[in-house]
């Protein structure tokens, strides 16, 4: 089955601690993405990656990391989490066309809560 | 630059009625833009897209959405609400490049019985 995974799904942590959500993709996608959403704001994006070892800051990248060794993996880093940093994330995945302009939709994950206090 | 707005943050309509969530849309070329839908604690669905070919786009689940260049909207209709459609609906540019989507800040509908 076609499918985005992010883990975990529900996270409690504390200001600082260091944590990673992972996300794998078995769509052979070319593009992947993060975003958070807030409530009244919709979904921004945090980073994203056109290919293997090719990441680009999206609206909102300040305070995480991202990494792209592999193409079907692209985790998101916090190094130090802060309260304003509480949000539920998406990972999502998308198909590039060759030569052209992407016109592929999204495929997300599930989404992952997370909360810092 | 691209953005979109959809107009409504709350739509409530009663259930066998149609159903309008406006959207509006920013873009210096003709972009790729996308309806999906949200349901309480789960991520997001597509319901359809429009990438430049019939400007109505059928969707799943009975919805449908037209382009309408001089007017930069895209707004989703469906004939007759299902309570079965109360979520979240996220309209989505795509830019040219295909590097970033942008999100409207959703519509949240409400169907009653």
């Known amino acids: 089955e076609a499918q985005v995974t992010q883990n975990p799904r529900y996270l409690i942590t504390v200001t600082g601690k260091k944590l990673t959500v992972t996300c794998s993709q078995n769509m052979n996608h070319e593009y992947m993405s993060w975003y958070r959403q807030d409530p009244g704001l919709g979904l921004r994006q945090i980073y994203y990656?056109?290919?293997?070892?090719?990441?680009d800051k999206g609206d909102v990248p300040e305070g995480y990391k991202v990494s792209r060794k592999e193409k079907r993996n692209f985790p998101l880093i916090l190094e130090s989490p802060s309260p304003n940093q509480t949000s539920l994330y998406f990972c999502?995945?998308?198909?590039?066309?060759?030569?052209?302009?992407?016109?592929?939709?999204?495929?997300f994950g599930e989404g992952s809560r997370l909360t810092v206090l | 630059a691209q953005s979109v707005t959809q107009l409504d943050s709350h739509v409530s309509v009663s259930e066998g009625t149609p159903v309008l969530l406006r959207c509006n849309y920013s873009?210096?070329?003709?972009?790729?833009l996308f309806w999906y839908v949200q349901h309480p604690n789960k991520g997001l669905q597509l319901l359809l897209k429009?990438?430049?070919?019939?400007?109505l786009v059928k969707g799943i689940n009975g919805f449908e959405a037209e382009f309408k260049k001089s007017e930069t909207s895209f707004h989703l209709t469906k004939p007759s609400a299902h309570m079965s459609d109360a979520a979240e609906y996220f309209c989505v540019v795509r830019t040219n490049t295909g590097n970033q989507f942008y999100f409207g800040t959703g519509t949240s509908l409400t169907v009653i019985p």
């Open positions: 429009y990438t430049s070919a019939a400007t």
């Open positions: 873009s210096s070329y003709s972009p790729s």
């Open positions: 990656s056109m290919n293997v070892e090719v990441t």
């Open positions: 999502a995945s998308s198909k590039r066309l060759a030569g052209g302009p992407g016109t592929g939709e999204l495929f």
